[in-house]
């Protein structure tokens, strides 16, 4: 079931770059909006024993999803199955905060406000004093100036259970490789939006991050 967690993961990650807030420079408007349509197959000591389907859409401010799985190849010849399951809702009262940077001031009032708080830091230091003041986990920002072999180093002196996560400079090129050094997940920028590009242009972008994630 290793192959259909990976490839979850990277979709929720994906889904949630998507939605990015485009600026519409002629209209001097904001939006936000996006789709991921992604298919997924699990595997089972190499062989195919079921697919699936996620479909997310993304508005100004409510999504739907739908997503569908079923047994196929090996496994049929076993036990059948399938499903379908679909939601909706409304995107509001954000409760995440992201930084660049570390300031305990901001750690402590975020946790006051009850929000999720993921600051930015570059040094182990850095790294144990956010934990201190309440940081849910570790941006290590810019991870084009932190390598792999860091990430590795980090993970064998921090906590098991923290979230060390890969930003800056991160896309399909080398997102297995952080993740195999033990970076828990990633922050995609550029590498999936950029002003201008097309929700036409950032699908193909998306699927080939899923894929890279799954490999």
């Known amino acids: 079931m290793s192959s259909y967690l990976h490839t979850r993961n990277a979709i929720l990650l994906s889904a949630v770059a998507l939605a990015a807030t485009v600026a519409d420079a002629q209209q001097g408007c904001g939006f936000a909006q996006g789709k991921l349509d992604a298919r997924y197959t699990v595997t089972l000591g190499g062989l195919q024993v079921g697919r699936g389907a996620w479909v997310i859409d ?47 001031d901001v750690m402590r009032a975020s ?15 850095e790294g144990f004093a956010a934990l201190k003041a309440g940081a849910d986990g570790l941006k290590l920002f810019p991870a ?16 098991p ?33 950029k002003p201008g590009r097309s929700p036409a242009e950032i699908a193909p972008l998306a699927r080939a991050l899923v894929a890279a994630a799954n490999a």
Request: with cysteine; net charge neutral.
């Open 111 to 125: 946790k006051a406000a009850g929000l999720v708080a993921l600051p930015g830091v570059m040094t182990p230091s």
């Open 144 to 159: 084009e100036i932190i390598p792999p072999a860091v990430f590795k180093a980090w993970r064998a002196v921090f906590p």
């Open 161 to 193: 259970d923290c979230l060390l996560l890969a930003v800056g400079g991160v896309g399909v090129a080398n997102l297995k490789t952080y993740a195999d050094a033990g970076a828990s997940g990633y922050g995609i920028g550029s590498a999936l939006y």
């Open 58 to 104: 993304i508005a100004d401010d409510h999504f739907t999803s739908s997503a569908s799985g079923a047994t196929s190849g090996l496994m049929r010849v076993f036990a059948s199955g399938q499903g379908q399951s679909v939601s909706r809702g409304t995107i509001s009262g954000g409760q995440l905060i992201v930084a660049p940077n570390f300031d305990a």
